[in-house]
């Protein structure tokens, strides 16, 4: 039986909190530092997203506008347009769906992490969209 007087060994407990309280650190430090990086990533491939579907959006027919018609949006000018911005800025390959007035640019990519990467997780997927809508689109 076990004596309740003699005291129990409990030599390593201490070394075990140790360890474990620094996986947990670690893993918080990841989420901060490569959230953080991921989050700012993902802004900017919003930005660039948002100004290329302005750029496309002011990509106007010329035709409309030389026979006194409505303004119009065409499509493979917007298209042209928004993909030379995103050529520019060096984004990555985009889907732009044009539809009426309204063009939309959506941009995915990947960040890199760095103190998740230890735990195996490389890279976080992000994407960025914007949409804008032509004079014609909103009634001007």
């Known amino acids: 039986m ?6 129990r060994d409990e030599r390593g407990t201490t070394a075990l909190f140790i360890v474990l309280m620094t996986v947990a650190m670690l893993a918080a430090a990841g ?5 953080g990086a991921a ?4 802004r900017t491939l919003t930005n660039q997203a948002e ?3 302005r750029v496309g959006a002011d990509a106007l027919n010329q035709d409309s506008l030389r026979d006194g018609g409505r303004p119009s949006v065409d499509p493979a000018r917007a298209r042209a347009a928004a993909d030379a911005y ?4 060096g984004a990555p390959p985009a889907t732009i769906t044009i539809t009426g007035g309204r063009v ?14 230890l735990a195996g997780l490389t890279s976080i997927s992000i ?8 004079i014609d689109a909103d009634g001007l």
């Open 127 to 134: 994407s960025g969209t914007g949409t804008a809508e032509s």
């Open 86 to 89: 995103l050529r520019s800025v």
């Open 31 to 35: 989420l901060v530092v490569d959230g």
């Open 104 to 117: 939309s640019v959506t941009l995915k990519g990947q960040t890199n992490t760095n103190i998740l990467a």
């Open 39 to 42: 989050l700012g990533d993902r």
């Open 51 to 53: 100004q290329a579907a």
């Open 2 to 7: 076990n004596d309740p007087t003699t005291p």
